[in-house]
């Protein structure tokens, strides 16, 4: 019997609940960027949920660009999953160490944009569930390869062609989770562009203002509406999240797709990809 999921995030309770069902199929998405001088993978070794297996965003990525973890073809998404040990039909629950959990919602919409939607990110990721003094394990784990399948959803992602043709249609609000003083342009971003600040027209909402600092949770979704709408954007009309490199914004479209807005899309490529071309516009506050 497949474990039913109580939406999109679930509490450590429902997972400390549910974690020896055999469905259920846990991914240690911990991801850092190398000025870190850490990787995700140690991390992992060192300490992680049991019977998680690690998902490196940098590996299951598109490798003909240069950009950050790029969506990968769904066949290569698909192999790599099924490697990883996860079927059709499994219930895959998504964590990382990051306060917020951007890379665990990055996977998320990763599933999410390959058709699968049986996926849920643990609110508040490992922070949270080692807080509460739930198990951890230095294990070894080797997964039992599985068929995954996956489909291309093409509406949810968009490109830097759809991203330039926004700025004279305007019909999709544009929304950056970067903080302020990125989108301002007064501070560099982690990866190398040529240009500072934003997409003009871009809304600033730091994904970081939907995060409660002392737990790495979600806020209510009463509190993720009240932001939005301070911000000056229309739920009900159609959304493009981005960042710096499409992995924040995924927290940012998490809990859009809490307040029933499931439909929002991701510039994949992002600042790194906006900020290295050309002739590309910038905005700065």
Known sequence: MSSALP???VSTD????????????????TWLHESSNMDGRTQYRGRHLPGSVHFDIDAVADKST???HMLPPAAEFAKKVGLLGIGDG??????????????????????????????????????????EKHPTDMSPVRPEPK????????????????MVANLSARTEQVIDARGPAKF??????????????????????????LVVEETGALVTPEAMAARFSAAGIDLGKPIVV??????ISCVVMLALYLLGH??????????????????????AA
């Open 262 to 283: 499931t439909d929002a899309a991701l510039y994949d490529g992002s600042w790194a990809e906006w900020g290295r071309a050309d002739d590309t516009p910038a905005a």
């Open 147 to 162: 068929s995954f399948t996956a489909a291309l959803n093409p509406a949810l992602v968009r490109d830097m062609g759809q």
């Open 14 to 29: 429902w997972l400390a609940e549910h974690l020896t069902d055999p469905d259920v199929k846990i991914l240690d998405c």
């Open 242 to 247: 981005t960042c710096a490199s499409g992995t």
């Open 66 to 68: 240069p950009l950050p």
């Open 184 to 209: 301002a342009g007064s501070q560099d971003d982690v990866f190398p562009v040529k240009k500072k600040g934003h997409i003009p027209g871009a809304i600033n909402l730091p994904w970081g203002d």
């Open 90 to 131: 499994d219930t895959v629950i998504v964590y990382d160490r990051m306060c917020g959990g951007a890379a665990a919602a990055r996977v998320w919409w990763m599933f999410r944009i390959f058709g699968y939607d049986r996926v849920a990110m643990l609110d508040g990721g490992y922070g949270k569930w080692t807080k």
């Open 7 to 9: 939406g999109p995030l």
